[in-house]
């Protein structure tokens, strides 16, 4: 991984400090100032807002971890300083998807559901799956812990476009059943939560069929896989002009070194 400086935004959430504490024990990555509404003690000066951090702040890239609603403010903070975003925060609206790849077309931007190189495997796995078991019935369920904001997980909405893209395009989600009483649709993806104590994140993608249930799952045990990524996403974005970058560019990136 190349040397990177990084602006880092939700910079005392739960995400932010595990960036911070894994960047800490990397030779090539260096947290030069943080975002966040919650003051905090930091080795590194950090702002209540984005407008506060001088553009001279010496970052490469930024990577946010903070609240999708802060989108905005982050990206127009990129284009003004000329360096690259990492988005890793989920629950976007169509709105703030649209702001995202416009700024795409003039500065770099990554974007990912989720961090981690397992789950975007997962999300291989699941579309591949999705199109070879045609006539298994799909069911997605994603656990996390009880202070998690949005829901379903924007990794769980990136596993249903896998098992979506695996169908054609032919898949209708479906998020809850207690309304009526009908027989389950052929092309239905059924999308459930749980929300309970710690959980870091499990997610798991059920095809049912007849006399056979074949599960494909991802558990993550903590924080950190999400913060590798992170990190590993913010260097390969360093340099980088203008473009929506995804996490298997990042992938293909590591493969071939």
Do not use: W
């Amino acid at each position: 991984m190349k040397d990177v400086k990084i602006l880092l935004t939700g910079a005392a959430g739960r995400m932010g400090r595990a960036v911070t504490e894994l960047a800490a024990s990397k030779e090539n990555a260096k947290i030069v100032c943080g975002v966040d509404v919650t003051p905090m003690q930091a080795s590194f000066p950090c702002y209540a807002g984005i407008n506060e951090v001088p553009i001279d702040c010496r970052a490469d890239v930024i990577v946010d971890f903070s609240h999708h609603t802060a989108v905005e403010g982050i990206l127009n903070f990129a284009e003004k300083a000329g360096i690259p975003a990492v988005i890793c925060t989920t629950g976007h609206t169509a709105e703030e998807l649209d702001l995202i790849k416009k700024c795409s077309e003039k500065t770099a931007v990554f974007r990912s559901g989720n961090m981690s190189l397992g789950i975007n495997l997962l999300m291989a796995l699941t579309e591949k799956a999705a199109s070879v078991l045609s006539g298994f019935d799909i069911e997605i369920i994603e656990k996390h812990h009880n202070q998690k904001l949005d829901a379903p997980s924007g990794t769980a909405l990136m596993l249903a476009s896998a098992a979506e893209r695996g169908r054609d395009g032919k898949a209708e989600l479906v998020y809850d059943r207690h309304t009526k009483r009908e027989k389950r649709g052929k092309n239905e993806i059924g999308m459930h939560s749980v929300r309970g104590g710690t959980i870091v994140g499990e997610h798991d993608v059920i095809f049912a069929g007849h006399d056979e249930v074949i599960t494909l799952s991802h558990s993550a045990q903590s924080r950190e896989v999400f913060a590798e990524g992170a990190l590993s996403a913010a260097a390969f974005m360093k340099g980088k002009t203008k473009g929506l970058y995804t996490m298997k560019e990042v992938i293909d990136s590591i493969i071939g070194e």
